[in-house]
C-alpha cells in the first residue's frame, strides 16, 4: 500500500512538533507527595518528597514532609535524620518551625528510644563524596554564536542536561532544548555566558548529484565522499545520500569546501525505524540537511524571542564559519 505525501507529510509534521511532556517542578513533586501522604500511600509520597529535594535540595518544608512519613513506617532514624535536615534549612526568622522541629525531634529520640550524641558524631564524618562519572554516547558540533549544538537524539536518552568535550578538550555543561523526534535530532544549549563561536551553515541546495562532500572521521580528519542522492528514505527532501571514502561519524557536520556545515550525519538505523520503512534503507550513508537545520532552529529562536517588529529591517552579516575543529563535540551523559 502506497503512502500518499499528503499523509507522509501531516505525519512528518506532527512527529517533528510532537516534545515531551514537560518535568515537573519541585513544587509539583511536593503537592503530589502531600496528596499521596493523605490517601496513607507513604512509600509513593516519600519517593515524590525525593524528587522535589532533588530538585531543591535545601528545602525544609520537603525534609519535613519526609519526617512525617518515615515517623509513620516507624523509621526512627530516617525520621531524626530529616527533621535535623529541616532544622538546619529553615531560616533562623522562622521561630515557629523551628520550635516544631526541635520537640518533634525530641518526641523521636524518646519514641525510637535514639541517642542525639550519636546523629552529631554521624554528622562529623565526612565520607569522601562520591565522584561524578561521564561517559560518551555522541558526537555533535557547534555552531553559530549564541552557543548551540545539533546532535543525535538516541544517544541522549532520557537525559535533559549533558557535558560536552570539544577536540581542544574544554569541558560545558549543556541543556536538551528541543527534541525533533522522526529526524532522530536534538537541539542543545551551552551553559555558560560567553560560548565559543561555532560552524556557519552552508547552502545545502549547491549540491547535485556526484558532486564532492566533505565529511570528518573518527580522528578529525576531513576526508571526501560524493553526493549520491539529492533525496533519500522515501524520497524525503531533508536528506541526503552519500557515498563516503572512509567511515563517518554520526552526529558530524557534512561540511563544503568552505567547511560549513551543509548537513549532519545520521544514523540509517534509526531513520529508517523511525520512517517505519523497513527494507528502505539506503545503500550508502545520509544526512540531513542544512536547510532543515536552519528552519527549525529559526522556529527555535521566533518561540523564544517573539515575532519581529514589522518595518525594522535587519541588516544581513556575512556569516563566517569558526574553527571547524574546535566546533566539533563529544557528548558526554552521567552513568
Known amino acids: 500500500m502506497k503512502t500518499t505525501p499528503v499523509i507522509l507529510g501531516s505525519l512528518l509534521l506532527f512527529f517533528t512538533t510532537v516534545s515531551p511532556a514537560p518535568a515537573k517542578t519541585a513544587e509539583q513533586w511536593y503537592e503530589q507527595a502531600f496528596e499521596q501522604s493523605l490517601d496513607s500511600q507513604y512509600m509513593k509520597a516519600i519517593q515524590s518528597y525525593r524528587q522535589a529535594l ?14 512525617v512519613m518515615y515517623f509513620k513506617l516507624k523509621d526512627g532514624v530516617k525520621a531524626a535524620h530529616h527533621l535535623r535536615m529541616a532544622k538546619k534549612f529553615y531560616p533562623k526568622d522562622d521561630k515557629i518551625n523551628r520550635a516544631i522541629v526541635q520537640r518533634n525531634l525530641e518526641k523521636t529520640y524518646a519514641t525510637f528510644d535514639l541517642d542525639s550524641n550519636e546523629f552529631e558524631d554521624l554528622e562529623n564524618l565526612r565520607p569522601a563524596g562520591k565522584k561524578e562519572s561521564w561517559v560518551r554516547n555522541g558526537n555533535g558540533f557547534l555552531f553559530g554564536e549564541k552557543g548551540y549544538l545539533f546532535t543525535l537524539l538516541h544517544n541522549l536518552g532520557e537525559e535533559d542536561e549533558v557535558r560536552v568535550r570539544f577536540a581542544n578538550q574544554s ?19 551551552l551553559d555558560v555566558d560567553s560560548p565559543p563561536p561555532g560552524l556557519a551553515f552552508g547552502d545545502a541546495s549547491v549540491f547535485r548529484v556526484q558532486d564532492p562532500i566533505r565529511f570528518i572521521d573518527a580522528k578529525n580528519k576531513v576526508l571526501t565522499g560524493k553526493m549520491e542522492a ?14 563516503l571514502s572512509g567511515k563517518s561519524v554520526e552526529g558530524m557536520p557534512l561540511l563544503n569546501a568552505q567547511n560549513q556545515a551543509v548537513g549532519i550525519i545520521l544514523s540509517p538505523p534509526e531513520i529508517t525505524k523511525n520512517f517505519q520503512a523497513a527494507g528502505m534503507a539506503p545503500k550508502g550513508e545520509i544526512a540531513l540537511k542544512s536547510s532543515y537545520l536552519k528552519r527549525v532552529f529559526s522556529l527555535y529562536i ?18 563566517k564559519s569558526g574553527d571547524l575543529i574546535s566546533s566539533l563535540a563529544e557528548i558526554e551523559i552521567q552513568k
Open 54 to 67: 532533588r530538585l531543591k535540595k535545601d528545602w525544609a518544608k520537603a525534609h519535613h514532609g519526609l519526617t
Open 171 to 189: 569541558v560545558y555543561k549543556a541543556k536538551v532544548v528541543k527534541r525533533y523526534i522522526v529526524y532522530d535530532l536534538a537541539l542543545l544549549k
Open 230 to 243: 539529492l533525496r533519500a528514505i522515501m524520497n524525503d527532501k531533508n536528506i541526503f545520500e552519500l557515498t
Open 302 to 319: 521566533s518561540s523564544l524571542e517573539g515575532p519581529r517588529k514589522r518595518g525594522k529591517r535587519s541588516e544581513k552579516k556575512e556569516k
